[in-house]
């Protein structure tokens, strides 16, 4: 079963070597109750640690079960760990976390073939070492005698051939530790080999075979004669043992194994509460900026959208600019004047003109009732609510017919509407502009504000009403041209300003009398404004997250320190490297999804506070949380690799070690 060749080892301590073991040959049989014995820094731990496969050897051979142990890997180490040996250890190497049951089916969540009856198991184990009534109990609940029972139930719950034994009664009393004593001799009566090291030669007297070590030699090799006769014939001999060391393939272990994660991670987390909480407020604030930010952002765009759509698509607008006559600046309007011809001669004479039409503008104070307010009264013709996108939700726009007759109608913006009317139904009403009378004949679509501008704060009536009976103006404030396509933008734009020199008369010394402001160069300039906005923000918000993820890797590293122990128990009973590094990246996770459920939350929450408190429109999406949560947990995994990945690497003799 077990061959030992010319085994060395030697450890470095500073600049010194010390020669743990010195050329040790052994062989072990399968049944064997075997006690190791020796003074302190004989190399009898070494030893044992080696036929454990829990440390290598400098230079010799090892075979077990007729394995060259130094030509397996890691993971068939680990399996070998897992379902051939069992670990008694002196001081129990229990997790303090978990409870006895959990600790005894510690090594099945590292098996191959997991099943719910091994609970049924675990619980069978321990009420065979008595403790049927203790299952509940975590180890610091537990004596130190029925800490042990809980370490030789884990070392028996997967039925193994070998069960080693580090000074197991050591830090129990004499009546517990007789106890221990005859639980493993009834274990070997059952054919199971023991290999227990002691310096104790009452405790060895359980044994059949005493072997004493010397300064990493062997002295002595005494058996008692016939000791193995009575349980060789329970030894199970079988000469199959490749399933003993074959890799765990099964494409679903991953996803089995992922419920035991989630529960260790949440039991390490909640362990240090305070910990937990430093590490997820780095990725609760880096969440809580992308989704606050992108928010404003997207709520920004989205306001600018409307107000560009509100504009008109591929528009013109034609105004009467300010002149300067010998230093002295005139008023907009004094040398270029447009009237109605022309409106009508820009239809006629470019043909990429698809609509055309002139407005005025003015304030007016607007009475009903004994309410008033004081707004903006715009002229403007029919044509207006295709080119403004201004299409009234409730009621009509008027006619061409109702222009040509100055008819007084008009069509209110919404904040009129509220201002005057509250929740009443205004179709159909009269209202005062500037003592006038009015109808109201619509309400226009509600557009917003953009900062001290309010876009629905104003009235609409037919501009030859508003020039002739309302604002008493000859000329035409503005001219709105809208162009077919946008590749005729410029060339429409250049025709019309010949058109306006040559039928105004201007020289080209006079050509900035009036302007022509292309709308689409303004929404394309105000849309990148939006774009560069939202990426800065964005950009801030990812900052924070990548703070958040050193915060991560920080404390995982910190935890990976302080749980080096631990480690090295769960390497012991049979975890590979990949199950290491699936329970901290893990736990790195768990720490990224609960940081950013809650940065979702108070990412919501300012950007409903700042959207009603400041009035800045906020559109939370579910791209943005889609976004702040894959990249959370992305964040989790990279920056929890590192440490995740040097826990996985750990020596498990070392680790155990680590104080």
């Given at each position: 079963m077990i061959q030992l060749s010319n085994i060395t080892k030697t450890y470095a301590i500073g600049e010194v070597a010390v020669h743990a073991l010195r050329g040790v040959s052994l062989t072990i049989a399968p049944g064997e109750f075997v006690a190791i014995m020796g003074p302190s820094g004989s190399g009898k731990s070494t030893l044992l640690h080696i036929l454990g496969l829990l440390d290598v050897p400098d230079a010799g051979s090892y075979r077990l079960l007729d394995h060259e142990v130094a030509r397996l890997s890691d993971n068939e180490l680990a399996a070998l760990r897992n379902s051939t040996l069992g670990f008694v250890f002196q001081h129990f190497n229990l997790l303090s976390r978990t409870s006895a049951l959990e600790n005894t089916i510690l090594p099945m969540l590292y098996a191959s073939d997991r099943r719910g009856k091994n609970m049924d198991k675990a619980r069978r184990r321990l009420s065979e070492v008595g403790l049927g009534n203790r299952m509940g109990h975590k180890p610091n609940e537990l004596s130190g005698g029925q800490q042990q029972r809980v370490a030789i139930a884990r070392a028996l719950i997967h039925d193994p051939r070998i069960i080693l034994a580090d000074e197991p009664t050591g830090n129990l009393d004499s009546a517990s530790a007789e106890e221990i004593l005859e639980i493993l001799t009834g274990l070997n009566r059952q054919g199971i080999t023991i290999i227990m090291v002691t310096h104790e030669s009452d405790i060895a007297a359980h044994a059949q075979r005493i072997i004493r070590m010397r300064d990493g030699i062997i002295q002595s090799d005494e058996r008692r004669p016939g000791a193995t006769a009575d349980n060789i014939n329970n030894v199970n001999i079988s000469s199959d043992t490749g399933s003993l060391i074959a890799p765990r393939t099964n494409p679903f272990a991953i996803l089995r194994e992922l419920p035991h994660d989630f529960r260790q991670a949440w039991r390490a987390l909640m362990a240090n509460k305070v910990r937990s909480f430093l590490s997820m407020l780095g990725i609760l604030i880096g969440?809580?900026?992308?989704?606050?930010?992108?928010?404003?952002?997207?709520?920004?765009?989205?306001?600018?959208?409307?107000?560009?759509?509100?504009?008109?698509?591929?528009?013109?607008?034609?105004?009467?600019g300010a002149h300067r006559a010998h230093g002295v600046a005139m008023e907009a309007g004094a040398v270029t004047r447009f009237t109605p011809q022309d409106v009508t001669d820009i239809r006629a004479s470019i043909q990429a003109v698809k609509r055309v039409a002139g407005s005025v503008s003015g304030r007016g104070q607007v009475v009903f009732g004994n309410k008033n307010w004081n707004t903006r009264v715009q002229g403007a013709e029919p044509e207006y609510t295709a080119m403004r996108a201004a299409?009234?939700?409730?009621?009509?726009?008027?006619?061409?017919?109702?222009?040509?007759?100055?008819?007084?109608?008009v069509v209110l913006g919404m904040t009129l509407v509220r201002e005057l009317f509250g929740e009443a139904n205004p179709l159909g009403e009269y209202v005062k502009i500037n003592k006038v009378n009015f109808q109201v004949v619509g309400?226009?679509?509600?557009?917003?504000?953009?900062?001290?501008?309010?876009?629905?704060?104003?009235?609409?009536?037919?501009?030859?009403?508003?020039?002739?009976?309302?604002?008493?103006?000859?000329?035409?404030?503005?001219?709105?041209?809208?162009?077919?396509?946008?590749?005729?933008?410029?060339?429409?734009?250049?025709a019309m300003r010949d058109l306006i020199c040559r039928t105004h008369r201007l020289p080209p010394s006079q050509t900035n009398t009036f302007e022509i402001r292309n709308m689409a160069e303004i929404q394309a300039a105000l849309t990148e404004t939006s774009r560069t906005m939202s990426w800065l923000l964005a950009s801030i918000a990812a900052v924070s997250l990548l703070v958040g993820g050193i915060g991560i890797m920080n404390i995982m590293l910190v935890s990976v320190t302080e749980r080096t122990r631990e480690i090295g128990i769960r390497k012991a009973v049979g975890a590979r490297q990949r199950d290491i590094l699936a329970q901290f990246l893990t736990e790195a996770l768990v720490v990224s999804v609960l940081g950013g459920g809650l940065g979702i939350f108070l990412g919501w929450l300012i950007s409903t506070l700042v959207s009603n408190l400041a009035g800045w429109p906020a559109l939370v999406t579910l791209s943005s949380i889609v976004l702040a949560v894959g990249f959370s947990c992305i964040v989790g995994i990279v920056f929890g690799l590192w440490p995740a990945t040097k826990a996985a690497h750990l020596n498990p003799i070392d680790a155990l070690r680590y104080e």
């Open positions: 969440v809580t900026s992308v989704i606050a930010m992108l928010a404003i952002g997207t709520g920004a765009r989205k306001s600018i959208e409307e107000q560009l759509a509100s504009m008109g698509s591929n528009l013109l607008v034609v105004r009467p299409q009234p939700t409730v009621g009509r726009f008027f006619s061409a017919d109702e222009m040509n007759k100055r008819v007084r109608v309400i226009l679509p509600e557009k917003g504000a953009t900062g001290w501008f309010d876009q629905d704060d104003l009235a609409v009536i037919p501009l030859t009403t508003a020039m002739n009976r309302l604002l008493g103006k000859d000329y035409l404030d503005s001219i709105d041209v809208e162009i077919r396509s946008s590749e005729e933008m410029e060339t429409a734009q250049d």
